[in-house]
């Protein structure tokens, strides 16, 4: 049976949604702006893109000063060069991604395949169509070119055709069961971090909401020192919590993409950023 939000019983969140059993992702999305606009009353919808930057003044101000001179622009300029390089038949990226801005476009839900295909997925089937050897996903070479693709992107709406034939609807609420599931040692959720706890402090650390967490990335984390994904960041997280991760690009953290960026939708896309 397919599960609704309202299946999780996280205080105010359970109220928030309908108690249908099959899943209604608008008004998932719907519920859950409502939920953290009656949450976070000064804080539009829009501006939770900037994660625990819409909380924290002191965070913001710092982020906002290292935007100054991103330390991701390395990588932007990588991935440029990357995109413009020529593939083994002679033509290079723009003859797949134009020229670059279709971030938006992702993930999707595809029928003939039965997938979610994330930009990843999109990145290394246009290398197979022109010669190429598919990147690994954990690489820097597909980050760098992600970052090129984000920045190239910037300022575009999340726009995510809602889940509507059955291979959809299981990917997006098995992103969403996965998000709702608690694991590891800690037995936490990702809900336990990012709906109850969200916007206090967890180890001196804000804690982001679940609406926007997917606008910004890659992202420069200043504890990798490095551009990631968020597939890495995902993850991290399971590491956290004391459970085993799965590897980048696997169908649960597709699926899971595919729920948070379908959540969002609406929101303004604006990676590469910078997170701590």
Known sequence: MLLTLSS????????????????????????????????FPDIAPEAHKDGVYAFDENAREQWLELEDFPPYE?????????????LADGSNYSDCFGDGAVKNQ??????QKGEVITLELAINTCRSQHGDQPLPYDGAEITRLTAYIAFQSRGQTIAVAEPANEGALAAYNDGKR???SRRGQLNFACTS?????????LRAEHLSAS????SHWPAYRLKWQDVGSLHRRFA??????????FPAQSKEYRNL???????????PLNGPSIRK
Do not use: W
């Open 257 to 267: 993409e595919y729920f948070l960026t379908y959540i969002s939708n609406g929101l």
């Open 8 to 39: 999780y019983s996280l205080l105010g969140y359970m109220a928030a949604f309908s108690h249908k059993a099959v899943a209604d992702p608008e008004s998932d999305r719907q519920a859950m702006r409502a939920f953290y606009q009656k949450r």
């Open 236 to 245: 991290r997280c399971i590491k956290q919590v004391g459970a085993e991760p």
């Open 106 to 111: 992702f993930p999707y839900f595809d029928e």
């Open 193 to 201: 971090c990012h709906v109850q706890l969200a916007g206090n402090r």
């Open 211 to 214: 609406l926007g967490q997917v």
């Open 74 to 86: 390395i990588a932007i300029d990588e991935g440029q060069e990357l995109f413009e390089s020529p």
């Open 178 to 180: 996965f998000y709702a």
